[in-house]
């Protein structure tokens, strides 16, 4: 009788194991959460973007404080163990955003304290934290990465506005520098040649809604994702629903793919669109539903991984509003008008209250954009992000999208970390990024920034990744910086947490089932079976 239960507890847990029933067994162990207070000596005193040093095995981590230390940033440097070993402020340079590391240089943006004015990268040596140079780059610098050898340096100048009030000059245009990281000089990729071709871009599907905005004011880069060989760069366009494809050696633009709309009424792309459905007490935790809504992917941060010898990039659909003064871009369905054709449809689909009842979608946030006829009523409901992660090819064409899995595996597998308050405006926000390779198995991070916690999942099959595992500790609030990287230690992913200003380090491992482990799994079953006949 005990082979016959050993027989089958080691069959239950091969089964209970997303990752061992696909044939990789994944597992993560936290190793310390260092909180950036000034209790504990921190210069950063908040935990932004968090970027990796092969030679010193230290980690730096950039990041503003909050409250009444909101005027206050820096960067705060970590040991492996988790310590603090060095930092400064940096407020007086203006707002930190962005931080990376490639032999023994690290490069780290910063804001203008008049945001609309260019913006600066300061370039440290990683081991004595001199400073080597400073550039200038475009208006609000975001994220800074180096190519695989090191020898360049991408900055996604964002040029966010300050105000549509006060014309033009209130909105800076995008751009991406490229900077020779041992010259120090930089070139811009810019986008004043699409300048000529708004119309054709808008009917492409590039979202410009900028108030009496240039093309090249209105595209706002975000992230960026460098290919392998480093010769093409992908930025994310997140206002803008678009990329735009960099070749780095020319420093020039070669094409913005408008990233079209995740149709929220098919199978598979189901959403949670409520922060206020159920009564009382009992929300309806995980009410995923098919809708007519559009999602606009929207993504805000991205990677890439080679694959079978092609490039591929990972977007995650966070989803974002233009917040600045000028422009109405936001309103909740049930206070939008609404074009009678579409409330037709809905209304035969969804009943006469579905707009008005909060257990439909009175709550959603969608944007104004959706007004297709300029009448000033809504015939598409276009809502923020697509809660989904993309895959895409170099040409910026999408391979592979999750759909609804990120929603459906946390109400199914984790619901501690639904969080329906956020329902109503972009889910669970995949918002970071990280790649990495271990044992042949590309992993990816990915960080939900509403459910403080981060998805892994394995990119081996790209028509169709496999979801492994959720890493997530108490504490540890709105992830946002991820940094996958290995040593002689093993690998690790370190994690900077926004809301929480804490910095925590994982380490990971996958590894492939090998057959015989299966194999030996269906002998136990046989002998199971044997055994309770006799």
Do not use: C
Request: hydrophobic share 40%; no cysteine; charged share 15%.
């Amino acid at each position: 009788m005990m082979r016959n239960y050993l027989a089958g507890a080691i069959l239950a847990a091969l089964a209970a194991s997303p990752a061992q029933a696909n044939n990789i067994a994944f597992n993560w162990n936290h190793q310390w959460t260092f909180r950036h207070s000034a209790a504990n000596g921190s210069t950063a005193l908040g935990a932004e973007i968090v970027a990796y040093d092969e030679a010193s095995q230290n980690l730096w981590v950039v990041g503003t404080g909050t409250g009444a230390n909101a005027a206050l940033n820096g960067i705060d440097i970590l040991s492996m163990s988790g310590n603090r070993i060095n930092g400064w402020s940096t407020a007086a340079l203006g707002g930190v955003n962005s931080v990376d590391i490639a032999n023994g240089k690290a490069a780290v943006s910063f804001t203008a304290p008049l945001k609309t004015a260019p913006g600066l990268v300061r370039f440290y040596d990683a081991a004595n934290f001199n400073v080597l140079a400073d550039v200038t780059v475009g208006a609000n610098p975001d994220a800074v990465k180096f190519t695989p050898n090191g020898s360049r340096l991408l900055v996604t100048n964002e040029g966010e506005p300050g105000s549509y009030l006060v014309g033009p000059g209130g909105d800076p245009v995008g751009s991406v520098s490229i900077i020779d990281a041992t010259t120090f000089n930089a070139q811009t990729a810019g986008f004043a040649t699409f300048n000529s071709q708004a119309a054709a871009l808008r009917v492409a599907g590039v979202r410009l809604n900028g108030p009496n905005a240039s093309v090249a004011q209105d595209l706002e880069p975000e992230y960026v994702a460098i290919s392998a060989d480093g010769s093409q760069a992908m930025v994310t366009l997140q206002e803008n629903n678009a990329v735009a494809l960099i070749d780095i050696a020319s420093a020039t633009v070669t094409g913005i793919k408008a990233l079209g709309l995740q149709d929220h009424s098919l199978p598979g792309n189901g959403f949670d669109a409520s922060d206020r459905d159920g009564s009382g007490s009992n929300p309806l935790n995980g009410n995923i539903q098919n809708w007519q809504v559009k999602g606009m992917y929207m993504p805000d941060a991205i990677d890439s991984f080679t694959r079978g010898g092609q490039q591929f990039f990972v977007t995650a659909n966070e989803g974002d509003a233009r917040e600045w003064p000028g422009i109405a871009d936001e309103i909740r369905v049930g206070n939008a008008v609404i074009d009678p054709a579409l409330n037709t449809t809905l209304t035969a689909e969804h009943g006469s209250d579905w707009r008005s009842n909060n257990d439909k979608l009175n709550r959603l946030l969608v944007s104004t954009s959706g007004d297709l006829d300029g009448d000033g009523d809504l015939d598409e409901l276009q809502a923020y992000g697509a809660r989904s992660f993309s895959i895409l090819d170099a040409n910026g064409n999408r391979v592979f999208d999750s759909g609804d899995r990120i929603e459906q595996i946390i109400k199914s597998q984790f619901p501690q970390l639904w969080v329906d308050d956020r329902s109503d405006n972009k889910g669970p926000e995949p918002e970071g990024v990280a790649i990495g390779q271990i044992n042949g198995i590309d992993l990816l991070f990915l960080g939900l920034e509403r459910s403080n916690a981060i998805m892994v999942w394995a990119l081996n099959d790209v028509a169709n990744p496999t979801f492994l595992d959720m890493i997530f500790t108490t504490g540890n609030v709105a992830p946002e910086g991820l940094a996958f990287f290995s040593n002689a230690q093993g690998s690790f992913l370190a994690v900077a947490n926004e809301v929480s200003d804490t910095t925590s380090l994982y380490r990971v491992n996958a590894v492939p089932v090998p057959g015989a482990v299966w194999l030996f799994g269906s002998g136990l079953v046989t002998l199971l079976v044997a055994r309770r006949r006799t």
